[in-house]
């Protein structure tokens, strides 16, 4: 989790201090973050999966992408703004809702696959799809319906992925 300890070991690495100048359990968390950046660094393609909560991603995801998110290495600070340093990488997001977030009524209430995209072409990832899985609570008859619709999106997309 992103939490004050988090802070302050980056804002020790921001003045200089080196990783083996962190007390043991600083290194150990950074040791954690650095395994999942370098995991995500190494990936050329990414799947995300999720339900959305109160409009957005679930924070553990949220979290993900704040760990990762690594100046110098996902992406980088230019005088014309950040630019992207991962080229030539795909990201899928499948996302289900009970209600019906997109649409003209509803554009701008899906806030989570709009903050996916978002951080995707920060870190340089252009290449970008969707599935979205929506209103299965609102009409649980056509839950089974919706799903198989988003399903076949879904290995359609598959095919090019």
Do not use: C
């Not at 080196?18 to 043991?24: A, E, R, S, T, V």
């Not at 991603?57 to 949220?62: C, D, G, N, V, Y």
């Not at 995707?120 to 969707?130: E, H, R, V």
């Amino acid at each position: 989790m992103i939490n004050n300890e988090n802070f302050d070991i980056w804002k020790k690495f921001k003045f200089g201090k080196d990783f083996f100048d962190l007390p043991k359990d600083q290194q150990q968390l950074m040791k954690g973050h650095v395994e999942w950046l370098d995991e995500f660094l190494e990936n050329d393609k990414y799947v995300f999966i999720n339900p959305m909560y109160n409009l957005f991603l679930p924070a553990e995801l949220k979290q993900y992408f704040d760990v990762v998110a690594i100046v110098g290495k996902t992406f980088k600070y230019t005088e014309k703004g950040p630019i992207g340093l991962l080229k030539n990488k795909k990201a899928f997001h499948i996302q289900s809702t009970g209600g019906i977030y997109q649409g003209k009524d509803n554009e701008d209430q899906d806030i989570g696959d709009l903050y996916l995209r978002a951080i995707m072409k920060l870190f340089g990832i252009n290449d970008y799809q969707s599935v979205l899985l929506e209103g299965v609570d609102n009409f649980p008859d056509q839950a089974e319906k919706m799903l198989n619709e988003a399903s076949l999106k879904a290995m359609e997309s598959a095919k090019v992925f």
